[in-house]
């Protein structure tokens, strides 16, 4: 994959949530970056100050055999993953200093934004769609009573009563 091919669709592919978290794998950043997976953990841990936990945290057992189940199979790793959030993928910019790493945090930073806008724009969709459930039930219930009176109003009228003939 050449610095042109990274584009912010193919990185958007590789954003998760997790613990409500939209986060990157170590394995598919050090793909994106083209190193090993060992080395840019290697590179984090020797600059693990840069990294607290909000920035990047280790997923469990269990997260990542799920992950691994949800996702295409990632090979037999020995540990965990590392996830990286928004800010990590930011700070790992500091560390891994390529012309390539320069390449592939502006395509990350752009797949974050354009998923945020994307986010965003659902929201609203929600929120009119809210709306308009609302004002229709509001509405449902007069169209109902609407509907009652025109049923009355087509029943035949009642048969008056039929006079009596005789005492009584």
């Known amino acids: 994959m050449s610095d042109g091919e990274i584009s912010a669709e193919i990185v958007a592919t590789k954003i998760l949530l997790v613990r409500g978290k939209k986060v ?3 394995s598919d950043l050090a793909k994106l970056y083209g190193v090993e997976t060992k080395n840019l953990n290697l590179q984090v841990k020797r600059n693990s100050k840069r990294f607290p936990d909000d920035f990047m945290f280790k997923l ?4 990542a055999l799920r992950l691994q189940n949800a ?3 990632r090979g037999g790793r020995r540990y965990a993953p590392y996830a990286f959030t928004e800010q990590g ?3 790992l910019s500091s560390v ?3 012309e390539r790493a320069i390449w ?4 990350i930073m752009r797949a974050f934004v354009k998923l945020r806008e994307l986010l965003l724009t659902h929201k609203e969709l929600a929120q009119k769609l809210e709306e308009l459930e609302r004002k229709y039930q509001l509405h449902e219930t007069d169209i ?3 509907f009652e009176a025109i049923k009355k109003l087509l029943e035949p009228p009642p048969e008056p009563p039929k006079p009596r003939f005789g005492l009584n």
């Open 24 to 26: 990157m794998l170590d």
């Open 60 to 63: 469990t057992s269990e997260e």
């Open 71 to 73: 996702t295409s199979k």
């Open 89 to 91: 993928v930011a700070m």
């Open 96 to 98: 891994l200093k390529s």
């Open 104 to 107: 592939v945090n502006i395509a």
């Open 144 to 146: 109902q009573v609407i």
